[in-house]
């Protein structure tokens, strides 16, 4: 029993200092995706049903049609966070799993791209206002420069010399 309590309060001890509330942003990062898309989708539909028809009656009026891309926008943010911010970011985040997020990479030409600051980017794009894609932006940049090891950026592929 002590050996068992012993190895418990090390694990404490050593565990990350900002593993809490970067674990919780991240597993909270697709629910405030999500609901970013539904605020950009609101949004919009209320700029069309409001606007529009009152603008109408002003000759050279501006017809707010930037609020289709608002919506498209919206769309994409949601799917970017129901398809691929839930499974491969915020499943491990809430899992504190950093392993799987320091090897979810992309590899180009022997320099590794971690994925969770390109769909970060994309979800600050295409969310209202960014605050989606701060959500993951945020534990990503944690986990790559302060995060519980090194990140890794060279993959360690060396091209072939002529």
């Keep these: 029993m002590g050996e068992i309590e012993k190895t418990e309060k090390e694990t404490e001890k050593t565990e990350w200092q ?10 909270w990062a697709w629910i405030i995706g999500v609901i970013n898309g539904l605020v950009g989708i609101i949004w919009s539909i209320y700029l069309i049903i409001v606007w529009l028809p009152i ?9 707010p049609t930037e609020a289709i891309w608002w919506i498209i926008a919206s769309i ?4 970017i966070s129901l ?4 499974p491969k970011f915020s499943k491990p985040c809430g899992e ?9 990479v992309l590899n180009l ?14 979800l600050f794009i295409f969310g209202w206002y960014g605050w989606a894609g701060l959500a993951v932006l945020i534990p990503a940049a944690m986990l790559i420069f302060m995060g519980p090891k090194e990140y890794n950026w060279s993959s360690g592929e060396k091209k072939a010399e002529k």
């Design 18 to 27: 900002y593993a809490s509330w970067v674990s919780q942003l991240g597993k």
């Design 76 to 79: 994409v943010g949601i799917v």
């Design 96 to 104: 504190k799993d950093w392993d799987a997020l320091y090897g979810w």
């Design 55 to 63: 603008l109408v009656y002003f000759p050279g009026a501006f017809v």
């Design 109 to 122: 030409g022997g320099f590794n791209v971690p994925w969770m600051l390109i769909w970060g980017l994309l």
């Design 83 to 86: 398809l691929i911010i839930r």
